[in-house]
């Protein structure tokens, strides 16, 4: 019994929805479509049943297994579930004895889908070699890791890689609406609606991954019915993917009240306040390296580069204090809290960082640019892999104007320095390098728009 005859056993409506709407043709099928739009490959293919070995490599909730069932239900070969995790060689032999018998007696062809395929170990890998190379069967890997690394390279050498992307959250989208539309295998039927801020919210914080939207939209629905109501909130769909913060604890609220006035006063610039709340802490027994830690962080958080040194001063300070202990150890700390009340400000380091990281939450894991991927295999260098990378070191200045962002955040800016202190200079420099860069962006954007018009 194979895998989605397994899953036929169990019953559609036991299993979870993510299951259930998984697609069993191409019609259903929602995204790549450079592999399965009209006139690609993996359509072609499907439509002549002459499906070669395949490794589906892409990120979870991309649809591998999903488009391993749409080849099961539209060709008409034997398909063979096995598991790279669970399988054994012994398993494979009889895989392999029963594939030969259907080729002898019945002349059908057998495809083995292997789940996981990374996780192959050497003699599993060994045992289906010389089957896949005589035709015996045709392999379907699925995998979430780069194949040139996990698979060895005479199997790879005999399988055709195809590179499944993330979904969209215009993809997701698509995906939760036939989940509420679709009467027998989703939620239809029901009367529930999904407001417009909870489906924006499900679509983006799935990362690509529609089984994760799923599921927690199914999660979601369990909530929503609990209350009798019928309309998904943004609320509940939160509570259902469990990202409310936790309530701070607001035991010792002194203490927080203190150490707040301390750093308020370093960020302030007032160097006599800072060693006064030092002073206090000290005094009711403050853990010294508590605060040490709290003036490392403040040198990055408050100072950053408009004055290097403050990182390393707060670090000498900790290591001093380790070393000589109380009370002598309070004359580093007072040097150091004074030294950063007095240093140029500058929280361009934090704000770089919150800001970059606002563009991870919003638009997920987004790839990598071809031309900055390292391209160790072969594999990765066909795939364009590196392509026209530009060394810095080969031109003048050790600068060329290149894109290193995503395109989706060609041109987005994270660090701007303040302008004062050190970061004064590094204005100057960075100033000039992104002008190039946005010059040679110009410039590209117009040779496309060239060759487009040109076509």
Not at 28 to 41: C, N, R, T
Not at 89 to 109: L, P, Y
Not at 393 to 398: K, T
């Amino acid at each position: 019994m194979d895998l989605f005859d397994r899953q036929e056993k169990e019953g559609e409506g036991a299993q979870p929805l993510a299951a259930r709407l998984r697609p069993h043709v191409l019609e259903e099928f929602v995204g790549q479509e450079h592999i399965i739009g009209e006139g690609k490959f993996l359509r072609t293919m499907i439509s002549r049943d002459q499906i070669p070995s395949l490794i589906l490599w892409g990120p979870p909730g991309s649809g591998k297994t999903t488009l391993a069932e749409v080849i099961a239900n539209s060709t008409k070969s034997d398909f063979v579930f096995y598991s790279a995790v669970l399988g054994s060689v012994k398993e494979i032999r009889e895989i392999i004895d029963k594939a030969k018998e259907r080729r002898k007696f019945f002349g059908k062809r057998t495809i083995l889908f292997v789940d996981e395929i990374h996780r192959f170990n050497k003699a599993q890998q060994d045992a289906f070699l010389p089957w896949v190379e005589r035709g015996v069967v045709t392999l379907i890997g699925a995998t979430t890791e780069n194949p040139s690394f996990e698979v060895n390279a005479a199997l790879l050498s005999r399988c055709k890689v195809l590179v499944l992307n993330a979904l969209t959250p215009e993809q997701i989208g698509v995906i939760l609406d036939r989940a509420l539309r679709d009467e027998q295998r989703g939620l239809g039927g029901r009367g529930l609606a999904l407001d417009a801020e909870a489906r924006r919210f499900l679509a983006e914080g799935a990362y690509g991954d529609a089984r994760r939207a799923l599921t927690t939209l199914e999660s979601a629905v369990e909530l929503v019915q609990e209350q009798g109501a019928t309309t998904i909130t943004l609320a509940l769909v939160e509570e259902a993917q469990q990202k409310k913060a936790l309530l701070y604890d607001k035991a010792g609220e002194e203490h927080y009240n203190v150490i707040s006035a301390f750093i308020k006063s370093l960020r302030g610039s007032d160097p006599d306040a800072a060693v006064y709340w030092m002073a206090r802490m000290l005094e009711a027994g403050e853990d010294p390296l508590f605060i040490l830690r709290r003036m490392v962080i403040f040198a990055s958080e408050d100072i950053g580069s408009a004055d290097p040194t403050a990182l390393q001063v707060a670090i000498a300070a900790t290591d001093s204090f380790r070393f000589i202990g109380l009370p002598e150890g309070v004359l580093p700390m007072s040097q150091a809290a004074t030294y950063l009340a007095c240093a140029p400000k500058s929280n361009a380091a934090l704000s770089a960082y919150q800001r970059a990281l606002g563009d991870v939450k919003q638009h997920g894991p987004l790839p990598v640019p071809l031309h900055i991927r390292n391209a160790p295999t072969r594999l990765m260098k066909d795939l364009g892999y590196g392509r026209q990378y530009k060394y810095p070191h080969n031109f003048d200045g050790h600068y060329t104007p290149e894109v290193y962002l995503p395109d989706e955040l060609v041109n987005r800016r994270y660090y701007e320095p303040a302008g004062q202190g050190e970061e004064k200079r590094i204005k100057e420099r960075l100033d000039a390098w992104r002008a190039q860069a946005r010059a040679g962006v110009e410039k590209r954007e117009k040779k496309v728009q060239k060759t487009e018009k040109d076509k």
